[in-house]
């Protein structure tokens, strides 16, 4: 959660108004009164009255300055979906305000490195390197070097408001996800930020069909797979429906470890629940397709995504919680594939030994 609940009244729609007027009038002194007002409020409104404030916070993020308080009042936003606000109604702004300061970083990091001012080293995400050599360093003028050097500081405090969006809207990350991915994974290969949570939520697949191979036994299927946070809610999903379901030999997961991975209602806090792993996971070339990793690894092949299953190479396991508690996840068989098609989809396939490392 993004915030503690705090439990003294609150009169959350008339903040939000007051938040709303001042900002319109371009009252500093009142805007910042308000803007307190609405970060203590939310903490303290009930359900009913975050379901209706936070479209109207999400609003008022574009009126914000990019060197102000905007991340702060998206997790304000981000905090109301967690408690019923329709997140689709709150994440157009608060995505936005994500997709903006992960470019804003990107570009602090070339103009960082392209100075040669301290060799090619990036600079820790901390503000003291907002000094007044900064706009010497980046080039334009100090208000645009401040703005980027505070998007690489920031960035990191827009994942719990996107998260809270993305983690509870299929139709969220259909709009936005693609936009925003590559961004997020080119300041993430840089090694200075944490981004994984938001990187592996923008990449979580929705309604996807999945050509799924099992060497062992040459047969094929078709499986549609949905909100999987990682690949170890993969595995666990595809041996219920392939070993549970009586097309392949195996041990079926258990019930709770299926449960856990399929459950609207999310776990609170950790369940200690054990899932037993039944394959190996592979890419069409042979190479192991990490557990740790997340469905999107899948590789497509001509148009489909395309996994091998084969004999584990040890026995694994792994707690079963899922990586993204309010998402649940969803595997269905589609058909079987017949013995033509599956012989088809083999041949475009290389052997794999899953030696290459362990997960």
Known sequence: MIFNRKRKASRLAATVSEL???VAARDGDRTGRAFTAVINGVQAAS???CVL???????????????????MLA????????????????????LDGVHQDLLDALEFARRWTASGAAGDELPEPDEKIIDDALAARLGGDASEATRLALAWCSVEEWQPPALAVLCRSSIVRRRHAAAILPACRALEALERHDLKCLSYALAVLDDEPVIVLHRPTGTGFEV???GIGDNFQLHTLLAHVLVGGGHVAGTSPSAESVRLATDPEPATGGTGTVATGTFELLAPDGARIWNEGLPDDIPAVEGHRLLVLDEPVYRRSWNADRFFPHLPGTAELIRVLS?????TWFARTSPGNG???AS
Request: charged share 25%; hydrophobic share 40%.
């Open 47 to 49: 359900d009913a009255e």
């Open 53 to 71: 404030a936070g479209p109207r916070l999400a609003a008022l993020l574009p009126e914000f300055p990019p060197t102000g308080p905007r991340p």
């Open 75 to 94: 997790m304000a936003a981000g905090f109301c979906a967690e408690r019923g606000a329709d997140p689709a109604a709150c994440a157009g702004p608060i």
């Open 339 to 343: 013995a033509d098609e599956t012989r």
């Open 355 to 357: 030696t290459d490392g």
């Open 224 to 226: 549609r797979i949905g």
């Open 20 to 22: 709303e007027e001042a």
